[in-house]
C-alpha cells in the first residue's frame, strides 16, 4: 500500500526541490511506492501542473500517483507525511515574526483539513515562517490527531551548525556529533555547543569559546539573512535537504551515538514551559522521538534557553485568538 506524502506550496521554491527528491526515494527509500498529494493556492495551479507533469517525466520507480488541488481536505485525504511548507517567504530586512499574522491563518485552516482527513499516524513537519508559532496553530486546531505529530523544522540550523564548525575545526561534518539547537527558528535560536563530539569525542572544552560566542553563534542564528541577502530569495535547496532529513530520521531512527534537533510540542523538560513548540536534542525510533534528558546546563545556556522560550511565548500571546 503506498503512503500518501503530502507537499503544501509545492510550486515554490522550497517545494519544487522536495517533491522532486522525495519521489525519487530520498524520503522512505526507492522501494517505497508513495502517492504524492500537492497543495497550492488557486493562482498556482498552472505552475503546480507543470511540477505534476514534470513529476511524469521522471519516470520515478516510487511514485504511484500525483494528485494537485487547492483544497486542504484533497490534499490531506488519508495523509501520512506532511511537509506544510507554503506560506509567504520574508524578504530582505524583515524578521521571521514580521510574517506572524499573514501566515497563521494558512495553519489553522491547515490543522483542520489534516484532523478531518489525514491518517490518524499522520508526521507533520512544519517549515513555512515562523515554523515553531506555525507547528503550534495547526496542533491547536487538530485536537483528534496526537499532539506528538506536530514538528517544525530546525534541521537546517543544526546542519548549518555542523557546517560552520566543520569548516572551523578542519574536518568533515560527518564526524561531528552531539550538536544542539534549542528554542526557536529565529535569530534566538541558541545553537549550543556544550555536548560537541569530534569521532566520538568530546571537544567543547577545547573550543575557543571567543570564537564560539562572537562568531559561531550569530553566523548560525543569522544564516538565513546572509542566504536572503545573497540570493536575493530565502534558503531553498538546503530548506528542502533538511526537511528530508527531518522526516526521514523521525521515520527510520536516528544514528546511535547521536542525536538531531527537532521542534517538538514542550513537556516541560529542562524547565521549557508547556504550550510552545521548542527545539530539543532527540533520538528517534520506531517512529517516535525522545528527549535527551539530564544534559548538564550552564549559566550561560540556560540564559539563551530562556531567551528563545521568551520569543516564543510572545508569539504565542500574538496568534491566541487562532488557538
Ligand atoms: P515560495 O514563495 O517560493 O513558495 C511558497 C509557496 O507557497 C508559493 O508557491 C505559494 O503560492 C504557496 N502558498 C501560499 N499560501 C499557501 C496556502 N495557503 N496553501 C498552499 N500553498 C500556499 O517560498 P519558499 O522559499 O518555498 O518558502 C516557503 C516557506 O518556507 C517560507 O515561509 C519560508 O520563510 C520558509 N522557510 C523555512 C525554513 C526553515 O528552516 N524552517 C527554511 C527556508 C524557508
Ligand atoms: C532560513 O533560515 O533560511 C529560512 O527560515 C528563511 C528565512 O527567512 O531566514
Known sequence: MPKTVTITGAAGQ???????????????????????????????????????MELEDCAFEALSEISISDDPSIAFM????AFLVG??????????????????????????AINENASRDIKVLV????????????????????????????????????????????CHSSELSNMTIWGNHSTTQYPDVSNLK????????SLDITWVKDD???RVQNRG??????????SAASAASAAIDHMRDWTVDTKTDDWVSMAIPSDGSYGVSEGIIYSFPVTCENGSYSIIQNLEIDEFSMASMKLTEKELLEERAAIEELL
Not at 92 to 101: C, F, K, N
Open 198 to 205: 569530534l569521532n566520538g569525542k568530546n571537544i567543547a572544552s
Open 78 to 81: 488519508d495523509s501520512d507525511y
Open 216 to 218: 559561531f553563534i550569530p
Open 225 to 234: 539573512a546572509e542566504i536572503i541577502k545573497a540570493r536575493g530569495l530565502s
Open 87 to 112: 506560506a509567504k517567504p520574508r524578504g530582505p530586512g524583515m524578521e521571521r515574526s514580521d510574517l506572524l499574522q499573514e501566515n497563521a491563518k494558512i495553519f489553522s485552516a491547515q490543522g483542520k
Open 127 to 170: 517549515v513555512g515562517n515562523p515554523a515553531n508559532t506555525n507547528a503550534l496553530i495547526a496542533m491547536s486546531n487538530a485536537p483528534d490527531i496526537d499532539k506528538s505529530a506536530f514538528t517544525a523544522m530546525m534541521r537546517l540550523d543544526h546542519n548549518r551548525a555542523l557546517a560552520q564548525l566543520a569548516s572551523h575545526l578542519k
Open 14 to 52: 522550497i517545494g519544487y526541490q522536495l517533491a522532486f527528491r522525495i519521489a525519487s526515494g530520498q524520503l522512505l527509500g526507492a522501494g517505497e511506492k508513495i502517492n504524492l498529494n500537492l497543495l497550492e493556492i488557486t493562482p498556482a495551479l498552472d505552475a503546480l501542473k507543470g511540477v505534476a
